[in-house]
C-alpha cells in the first residue's frame, strides 16, 4: 500500500455536461482533473430507501460521528499490528489488506457488500449495523491485545528473572541449599544482595545491624556486575528488624525459599508462558490482519452512505460518483471547474481565481447539513480521507 495517498469521494449532478448524461460528465470529471493531479475512475454506489428530509439531516450527522470512530478504530489496529510485528514497516502492510487486496485495488473495484449490509433495508437499520460492527471490531482488538501483552509481560518478568542480575534473578539455580538453615526453631538465613562498591561497608556493619545477629556467618554465594550474594543467620526474632535496616542501608533482601525441583519447575512456567505467548501473539496476528481490512471496509461503506444522503439532501438524487487522488491539487481544479455549482457561496477575485466570498452563505450550508468534509462548505459533494 502506498503511503499518504489521499483520496476524494466526489458526486457531481451530471447537468455538468451539455447533455446531461453520466459518461459524459464523468469524461468532464476526468478532464478537469488531469492526471499531473489524480486519477479519476468510476465508484458505484446504489440507491437507498430514503426517509423524511428530517431523518436524513439527523442520519447525516450519525454518519459524519461514525466516520470518525471507523477512522480510529482502523487507527487502533493499525497501532495493534506495529506493536506485534515490532515497529516492522514491510510485515505491517503486508497484513493491511481489504478482502485481500490492497486498498487502492479494493477502491478500484469497490461493490457495495450487499450481504453483511443490505441496500433494501432502510438507512437506520444500515447504519445501525455498522455502527455495532465497528464498535465489536473494536473491543475484539483491544480484548486480544491486552490478552497478548498480559502474557507477553508475564514473560518478561520470568526471563528477567532468569537473566537479571543478583537483585532481582531467580536464585533457584545459585544458592546451595546446604548454606541454608532449615527448619530451626531459633535461627533463619537471610540472602542479601550488595552493590558491589558498598561491600566492605557490609562487612563491617551487618553485626550490628539488628539485635542477635550471628557474628561471622556472611558468606559470600555469588557475584555479578552489579551485586553480591551473601548468606545471612539472625535469630528469628530479629529478622523483621535485619530486613528493614537491610533496605535503609541500600541492601536488597532476597525473599526465597529452597523447595525440591525447583530449578526444573521454574524451566517448565519459562517454557509454558513461552508457548502461550507464542500462541497468543499468532492469534493476536490474525485478528488483527482480519480486522484492519474489516474497519477499513466499514469506513469505506460509511464513507459511501454520507456521499449518498448529501447527494441526496443537495441534488435530489445520486447522480455520478467518482474518486479522483492527489486531494489537494485534484481538489483545487475541482473548485476551478464546478465552484458555480455553489451558488452564491464561491466566487473569482480579479485574476479569476476561486474564493468564498459569502460566509453567510457558506454558514448556512453548514447549518442544513450540507458540509462536505471535515465540515468545509464545498460547491460539490466531497470528502476526503486517507487510509494509513
Known amino acids: 500500500m502506498s503511503k499518504n495517498t489521499k483520496y476524494l469521494l466526489v458526486s457531481l449532478p451530471t447537468s455538468i455536461s451539455p447533455a446531461n448524461d453520466h459518461d459524459e460528465a464523468l469524461t468532464a470529471l476526468r478532464s478537469a482533473v488531469t492526471t499531473d493531479y489524480g486519477t479519476v475512475f468510476p465508484f458505484d454506489i446504489p440507491e437507498f430507501k430514503i426517509g423524511t428530509l ?3 439531516v439527523q442520519q447525516a450527522d450519525e454518519l459524519a460521528k461514525l466516520e470518525l470512530g471507523c477512522e480510529a478504530v482502523v487507527g487502533k489496529v493499525g497501532d495493534s499490528l506495529r506493536t506485534i510485528l515490532e515497529g516492522d514497516d514491510e510485515k505491517i502492510s503486508q497484513q493491511k489488506t481489504v478482502n485481500d487486496k490492497p486498498v487502492e485495488q479494493y477502491l478500484k473495484t ?32 483491544k480484548n486480544k491485545h491486552n490478552q497478548y501483552n498480559q502474557v507477553k509481560t508475564n514473560l518478561t518478568t520470568l526471563q528477567r528473572k532468569q537473566t537479571g542480575n543478583l537483585s532481582n534473578k ?3 539455580t545459585i544458592v546451595d541449599p546446604s548454606l541454608l538453615i532449615q527448619d530451626s526453631e531459633y535461627l533463619e538465613t537471610h540472602l ?5 562498591q558498598i561491600t566492605k561497608e557490609f562487612l563491617k556493619s551487618y553485626e550490628t545491624l539488628s539485635p542477635m545477629v550471628v557474628p561471622r556467618s556472611a558468606q559470600s554465594i555469588a557475584s555479578d556486575d552489579e551485586f553480591t550474594l551473601y548468606a545471612v543467620t539472625t535469630f528469628k526474632k ?15 533482601p532476597r525473599d526465597y525459599k529452597y523447595k525440591e525441583g525447583g530449578k526444573e519447575a521454574e524451566q517448565k512456567e519459562v517454557d509454558r508462558v513461552g508457548k502461550d505467548e507464542r500462541k ?3 492469534e493476536a496476528l490474525r485478528l488483527g490482519r482480519t480486522a484492519w481490512g474489516e474497519a477499513v471496509m466499514a469506513w469505506v461503506h460509511v464513507l459511501v452512505l454520507r456521499v449518498f444522503v448529501e447527494t441526496v439532501l443537495r441534488y435530489g438524487l445520486p447522480l455520478s460518483f467518482t474518486t479522483p487522488k492527489l486531494a489537494k491539487k485534484a ?5 476551478a471547474s464546478y465552484s458555480y455549482l455553489g451558488g452564491n457561496a464561491f466566487g473569482r477575485d480579479k485574476k479569476g481565481r476561486v474564493t468564498k466570498d459569502d460566509s453567510s452563505t457558506s454558514a448556512d450550508m453548514q447549518a442544513a447539513g450540507h458540509t462536505g468534509d471535515a465540515g468545509e462548505y464545498s460547491a460539490y459533494v466531497c470528502y476526503e480521507f486517507e487510509i494509513r
Do not use: C, M
Not at 110 to 136: C, H, M
Not at 192 to 196: E, Q
Open 170 to 172: 531467580s536464585l533457584t
Open 280 to 282: 497468543v501473539w499468532g
Open 192 to 196: 542479601i544482595a550488595v552493590p558491589n
Open 110 to 141: 469497490f461493490r457495495w457488500n450487499k450481504v453483511k449490509y443490505r441496500a433494501d433495508k432502510p438507512l437506520g437499520e444500515i447504519i445501525d449495523t455498522l455502527q455495532k460492527e465497528v464498535s465489536s471490531i473494536d473491543n475484539d482488538v
Open 54 to 56: 428530517d431523518a436524513l
Open 331 to 335: 481538489r483545487n481544479s475541482l473548485d
Open 238 to 252: 530479629h529478622s523483621l528488624e535485619f530486613i528493614h535496616k537491610s533496605r535503609e542501608s541500600k541492601w536488597t
